[in-house]
């Protein structure tokens, strides 16, 4: 099952979040039109190495199990892309969405 959630921020954006149901686990990403954001299964070494021509702005939290803990948890990873729009490590996951605004 997916299921797809509007999101406000701060200063009233509105961002898109997506859990998607899988046996044994949950994929959690929430989305603007520059970058996004998503739990432990986003593999961000890929992106920066692999990828890095698409200068993909992504950030990763590990251990969340909701759109809400996404939100609130500090960055555990980061892309260059999203490196170079002021996004850090440790950074809360609705901070870095405000950035890739």
């Known amino acids: 099952?997916?299921?797809?959630?509007?999101?406000?921020?701060?200063g009233g954006v509105t961002v898109l979040g997506v859990e998607v149901l899988l046996p044994?686990?949950?994929l959690l990403?929430?989305?603007?039109d520059k970058g996004y954001i998503m739990?432990?299964?986003?593999?961000?070494?890929l992106?920066?190495?692999?990828?890095?021509?698409?200068?993909?702005i992504a950030g990763r939290a590990v251990g969340v199990k909701t759109l809400a803990e996404?939100?609130?948890s500090p960055l555990e990873s980061v892309t260059a892309g999203a490196?170079?729009?002021?996004?850090?490590?440790?950074m809360k996951g609705a901070d870095a969405l405000l950035l890739m605004i």
């Open 83 to 90: 490196e170079a729009l002021g996004i850090t490590v440790g």
């Open 29 to 32: 990403a929430v989305t603007t």
């Open 39 to 45: 739990c432990g299964a986003l593999d961000v070494a």
């Open 70 to 72: 996404l939100m609130e």
């Open 47 to 56: 992106l920066n190495e692999r990828l890095k021509d698409r200068g993909i």
């Open 24 to 26: 044994k686990t949950t």
């Open 1 to 10: 099952m997916m299921r797809m959630v509007p999101i406000t921020l701060s």
